[in-house]
């Protein structure tokens, strides 16, 4: 047995020496969220396969329920009836986003721009995270939402009379989430919003709702009109990227490893992980592209690799923000200085990334010092032979694992059943295809 999992959620990782199989992943946690958001706007029946079963989307899911949204899941299906922008209906209850940052800040746009009132709260992580970055556009649009003094969820959103009105917005950080919260609000606000980002981030919104997006210069500028239709939509949701990365690092930084992944998203807004790891010496190969459903996709093989360190920074730090803590676990087992800067954002996440990184790969025996945006370390093997968390945190839960597959010696990681926010199968998918001599 390389994992146990035991009833208090602590999982014993054994080293391993190979990584060897093909595999295919739920369908991706951004695109989903979203596929089911914009199927409650359209007038009518979507579709969704590979409709991830994990905690975060299908909290997006309830959440639409709640709000009269008739929805079935079934195996990995998601069927919804959506009755276009005005058709949802005051919620007889608080709307819980549980722990996903996506859910609150992505309903909230939509919220902004109904009749009726609704509060939004979520768990114990999620109430601490910043709300003030939708807060202050959201308001600038007339919507009346207000959050705690700290600037946090709850949320509490007043139902607006008149229609919101609609705005130029430059984004202060560059984060998909507010991005797509205020396009959101602008589908109940008159003439045309528009969204200006300096740093691209990921585009699925722009992708899935076909808006218009002009570049000046470095700038983005995305819009969205009152007059939008939605229509329903059929999809195949693609193979989440962000949970590949977990896999496609084991297979470099263990001897003897090849691993296939099928039918992963390649947006390019999803896969600067893989430019990285590339820079890195990883041998990775792509395979079958294709573009399906507007989403390009295809597969991914990933072989063990010497690797190097690098320096991730600047512009390149919101296209890989979730892919950060395995890049660290790459980057632990690589020659060299790995750092990270002007990634002060990880703080803001499930977990602060920064500390959690540096706390469980400083107990693994790296030298790894914390820096206020970011962290910088020096390559080598992991020791082991320590107990990890995951913070609450899924990313770190799962890194963590693969931390403990390539260390010298055994480690357990707590917590692990953070991982069910975005993949719970992740542990059935490290035994299949790990192997010890
Ligand atoms: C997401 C955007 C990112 C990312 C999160 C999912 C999305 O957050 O970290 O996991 O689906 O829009 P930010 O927009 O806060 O950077």
Known sequence: MLTKQNENNTVTV????????????P?????????ALFAALAKGESLFENFPNSQDPLTTVECLAKLGIEYEFAGKTLWVLGGGPFAFRKPGDILDAKNSGTTMRLLAGLLAGQSFPSVITGDDSLLTRPMRRIIKP???MNARISGTRKGTAPLKIRGVKRPLKSMNYELPVASAQVKTAILLAGLYATGTTTVIELFPTRDHTERMLGLPVKKFGRKNYISISKMLNIPPARMTIPGDPSSAAFFIVAALITPQSEILIKNVSLNPTRTAFLKVLERMNANIVILNRRNPDGEPIGDIIAKSSKLRGCTVEGEQIPLIIDEIPILAVAGAHADGIFAVKNAEELRTKESDRISSVVANLSALGTRIKEMDDGFMLEGGRLKGGKSLDSYGDHRLAMASVIAGLSSKKEVTVKNMQAAAVSFPGFMDVIKMITYNN
Do not use: C, Q
């Open 138 to 140: 959201l308001s600038k």
């Open 14 to 25: 054994s080293p391993v020496s190979a990584l060897r199989g093909e595999i295919e992943l």
């Open 27 to 35: 369908g991706d946690k951004s695109i989903a969220h979203r596929a």
